[in-house]
């Protein structure tokens, strides 16, 4: 199978772009409370917190989620440079290029991804 590494490369720098830019968007904004230390119980702020607890636990879970995209991406860019590249870390063989089409960081073939599913 030959593969068309520099349109991988491009498709892998542009996806590490775009988590890039996603990750920077996240934001965590300390709250009122925090800042304060008010400890006030009135409802209104009891739910103002409980938001804001929730929204920088949902900005950390999507920061997680980018840093380990990245780290994805980033170990196969390494893959194209060390010509490891689209081959299964599993068996050796081939990844179909639909599947890195789809997944272009997939470290696994189709046949090892479904084992590792079904653990």
């Given at each position: 199978?030959?593969?068309?590494l520099?349109?991988?490369?491009t498709?892998?720098?542009?996806?590490?772009?775009?988590?890039?830019?996603?990750?920077?968007?996240?934001?965590?904004?300390?709250?009122?409370?925090?800042?304060?230390?008010?400890?006030?119980?009135g409802?209104?702020e009891?739910a103002?917190?409980?938001t804001?607890?929730?929204?920088?636990?949902?900005?950390?879970?999507?920061?997680?989620?980018?840093?380990?995209?990245?780290?994805?991406?980033?170990?196969?860019?390494?893959?194209?440079?060390?010509?490891?590249?689209g081959?299964?870390?599993?068996?050796?063989?081939p990844?179909?290029k639909?599947?890195l089409?789809?997944?272009?960081?997939?470290?696994?073939?189709?046949?090892?991804?479904?084992a590792?599913?079904?653990?």
């Open positions: 199978m030959s593969l068309d520099d349109h991988f490369r498709e892998l720098e542009n996806e590490l772009e775009r988590l890039r830019a996603a990750r920077k968007g996240v934001t965590h904004e300390t709250s009122v409370t925090e800042e304060t230390g008010d400890l006030s119980t409802a209104g009891l103002d917190t409980a804001e607890t929730y929204m920088r636990e949902l900005d950390e879970g999507l920061e997680e989620n980018a840093d380990h995209l990245i780290e994805e991406v980033e170990a196969a860019l390494e893959r194209i440079e060390n010509g490891t590249y081959t299964c870390v599993v068996c050796g063989k990844i179909a639909e599947r089409e789809a997944v272009p960081w997939a470290t696994l073939c189709i046949d090892d991804k479904r590792q599913e079904r653990g």
